[in-house]
């Protein structure tokens, strides 16, 4: 098969601004700006990039599961602490305190999954830690449902919730880095972007799904709990709520545990930088994986050489030994980041998913604030019916900006790029949070419906999806990684294969750490200073959002493992000069 023709790829420049660098001469005749790919990766496909091919979307559900997992987990808390009322506290308010660490707890527990999961990645490789992470979202989910609020105090219950959901948010969290650099490391450049949005749009399908399983399940407790009045049957409802999650964890786990690990990363390993004594890649390597992205890309890849004096994919030491492929050691992702060509697009990642956790999670774990406004806040009525109006409430919400907006950004990342997206979402979330804090208590119910399905909209397209779609540079001889939604696309393709998981995580943590600050201290700042000032913060956050896009470069095309080869192999120019 032909190899295409080179094309414009965007580069940064040494000042950090985005440029566009024509190549009129290849690195190898006739070969494109990109590392090689899996086979069907590198499969001849001239349709729409949303347009998946069966391989694609096996990949789609192994990976996306995780991010179906994470919403339906993180967002199916608010009406089960609402039905908990009716459990423990006889349809009283949960303890202020209680109710923040209960529905904290998962995003506490994800920014320690995150960075975890995320080194672990990049030190033992994907195969090796991929699958860990949802065998931990099983075990807690299970602990979940077992709570005996029987036993129990309602505040010990309480308690035991929260625990087991931070539990469960090590899992949740650790699934963000593993399921991002999986789909990362096997997309084609043209696809990137497209399949890292598909994999995250299933977080809006976790939302809806979370909304129409409460509903169905309350259904069927209709009788029991309404026309008998055995309120206390919704004990059982809330456990299946959460229980029915498990179903496509155990669907998923087998064949998480059974994914190998992808020749893109396996190069990254077996060409690891022998930056502690050299300090560069050897020239060698580099021009036999530059020829290897040149070759007929329907033979399986074979390993390569690293010199005359290598075998089997192995360096051999000066007594002839053979030594294993270097691992990615922490003092080279500090190394990597020291630059601050680097280290800037990191801040700017972290920062970004920061800003965007806190307006993002303020909004979607206080749902109670905008169902009061639209009239489903479920004050009146028997606790069936009270139940029943939060859960249509939340349907609402979901489907009318939640699930749309992933899809558009879809359908447009390859179009407009990353980098468009996510600032616009970001000052278009301004736009509507600030008409909903200026018109807090005179907009209409229909003015509030819409607003706020647009404020949905825009988040997620834009900054929800870019943070975690936006593209890797992938290296032929170093790694990289990238950044949630838009916020979460950019860890995903910006960052080299080799630092991407780790450098995701990072990203990821920091924006769970926006949503605990957002979470804990929404409701305390509503009764201090009113919930229309806390909307303005959340303005103020996505201005912040936007400035810190600017930091960024745009991804649509770039490979960062490529970029960081060249890097390197320009710092061994200096050196022998």
């Known amino acids: 098969m032909a190899a295409a023709p080179p094309q414009a790829t965007p580069r940064t420049s040494t000042q950090g ?24 990766e590198n499969e001849s496909d001239s349709r729409p990039p949303f347009i998946l091919t069966r391989t694609e979307l096996k990949l789609l559900g192994i990976a996306g599961v995780g991010f179906f997992l994470d919403a339906y987990d993180l967002f199916i808390i608010n009406p089960v602490t609402t039905m908990l009322q009716y459990r423990l506290y006889g349809g009283q308010k949960l303890p202020s305190g209680l109710e923040g660490f209960v529905k904290a707890a998962a995003n506490i527990g994800s920014v320690i999954g995150q960075f975890a999961f995320g080194f672990a990645a ?24 077992s709570d005996p609020t029987g036993d129990l105090s309602p505040s010990g219950a309480l308690i035991w919730l929260g625990v087991f959901r931070i539990v469960l948010g090590i899992g949740v969290g650790g699934d963000y880095p593993m399921s991002a650099s999986i789909a990362s490391d096997r997309a ?14 299933n977080q809006g399908w976790g939302s809806l799904v979370g909304s129409l399983v409460t509903i169905i399940t309350l259904a069927a407790y209709k009788n029991a709990m309404d026309k008998k009045g055995e309120t206390s049957k919704v004990d059982g409802v809330w456990r299946i709520v959460i229980g029915v999650s498990l179903i496509p964890a155990f669907g998923t786990l087998y064949q998480r545990l059974r994914l190998q690990e992808s020749t ?51 360096r051999l030491g000066a007594a002839g030994q053979p030594k294993k492929p270097r691992r990615a050691a922490f003092k080279d992702f500090l190394r990597y980041f020291s630059e601050w060509r680097h280290a800037k697009i990191l801040i700017g990642t972290c920062a970004c998913w920061f800003f965007l956790d806190i307006a993002f999670y303020g909004i979607n774990l206080n749902q109670n ?35 749309p907006g992933y899809y558009v950004s879809v359908l447009t990342t390859e179009i407009l790029g990353r980098k468009w997206i996510q600032i616009q979402g970001f000052i278009m979330a301004a736009l509507f949070l600030s008409i909903l804090a200026g018109k807090f208590h005179s907009l209409s119910k229909a003015g509030f419906v819409v607003c706020f399905a647009f404020l949905q909209f825009f988040f997620n397209f834009g ?18 990684r990238d950044v949630d939604s838009w916020c979460e696309c950019y860890p995903a393709e910006v960052f080299p294969t080799k630092y991407r998981a780790t450098a995701h995580g990072v990203s990821a943590a920091s924006g769970k750490a926006g949503a605990i600050i957002s979470s804990l201290a929404f409701n305390s700042l509503s009764n ?50």
């Open 122 to 145: 990049d030190q033992f490789g994907r195969k090796a830690v991929y699958g860990k992470e949802l065998m931990i979202i099983i075990f807690a989910t299970i602990m979940c449902i």
């Open 188 to 201: 084609n450049l043209r696809k990137r972007g497209t399949m890292l949005a598909y994999i995250f749009a």
């Open 264 to 314: 893109r990363f396996l190069n990254t390993r077996k060409l690891a930088p022998r930056t502690d004594v050299e300090g560069s890649v050897p020239t060698d390597a580099l021009n036999k994986e530059k020829q290897n992205t040149a070759s007929d890309v329907s033979e399986k890849p074979k390993p390569e050489k690293l010199s005359s004096d290598s075998e089997n994919g192995t």
């Open 369 to 403: 604030v905008v169902l009061q406004q639209i009239g489903f806040a479920g004050t009146t009525g028997t606790p069936w019916e009270r139940l029943w109006k939060v859960s249509v409430g939340n349907i609402i919400i979901t489907a009318l900006g939640f699930v």
């Open 17 to 40: 601004s985005p440029t566009v660098e024509k190549h009129t001469t290849p690195l190898v005749s006739g070969t494109p700006r990109r590392a090689a790919l899996e086979d069907f």
């Open 528 to 577: 201090k200073i009113g919930t229309p000032s806390v909307l303005w913060i959340f303005v103020g956050c996505c201005f912040a959002g936007a400035v810190f896009t600017l930091l960024l470069p745009e991804v649509k095309g770039r490979d960062p493992d490529l970029v960081l080869a060249e890097e390197q192999q320009e710092a061994e120019s200096r050196r022998t000069l």
């Open 463 to 480: 900054a929800n999806t870019m943070t975690y779609v936006s593209p890797t540079r992938s290296a032929v001889v170093g790694g990289g």
